[in-house]
């Protein structure tokens, strides 16, 4: 009988995958990949990775974490590694993963996402003041 590898806490907002092991390697990332597919075809953008307790991070795992980071940010949304172990947080540094956001708790990894959705939220208002040439129209006043 094997045992979980990880917890899944899901809200409107983002999921969070709890990694439950010491070790995020070959022998389980595809656990983490398909988490990620799960939780992507119940519409999750933002997700929380909590790796605080991996200890152990190999390419496997990181390359897991870079098709995870795509599938969220492909979307305009976030993926977050919360994590605190130096070892694998420059392992992960190391790696320049595009839009990757490493942070050391849960809450700070929560208030990443809600500040990203306010700024896509802000960009999508103001994208809607601007015709199909890219000219803000919002100060030309009624008459135009």
């Keep these: 009988m094997s045992t979980k590898i990880y917890q899944l806490e899901q809200n409107e907002s983002y999921a969070l995958i709890d990694w439950l092991g010491t070790d995020l390697v070959q022998e389980n990332y595809e656990e983490l990949e398909l988490a990620v597919r799960l939780l992507f075809k119940k519409d999750y953008t933002n997700m929380i990775l909590n790796i ?3 200890q152990n ?3 496997f795992g990181v390359s897991a974490i870079r098709k995870a ?3 969220c940010t492909n979307e ?3 993926f977050v590694v919360v994590c605190k172990v130096d070892d694998v947080v420059d392992r992960l ?3 320049k993963i595009d839009n990757l956001t490493i942070m050391n708790s849960i809450q700070e990894g929560v208030d990443a996402i ?7 939220d802000f960009e ?3 994208d809607a003041n601007t015709d199909e040439y890219g000219i ?8 135009y």
Excluded at 114 to 120: G, K, M, R, V
Excluded at 136 to 143: A, I, V
């Design 124 to 126: 999508d208002e103001s």
């Design 52 to 54: 605080a307790k991996v």
């Design 57 to 59: 991070l190999d390419g």
């Design 114 to 120: 809600y500040l990203n959705d306010l700024e896509n």
């Design 76 to 78: 305009l949304g976030l």
């Design 136 to 143: 803000d129209g919002s100060d030309l006043g009624e008459d």
């Design 93 to 95: 540094d190391q790696a």
């Design 69 to 71: 980071t795509k599938i």
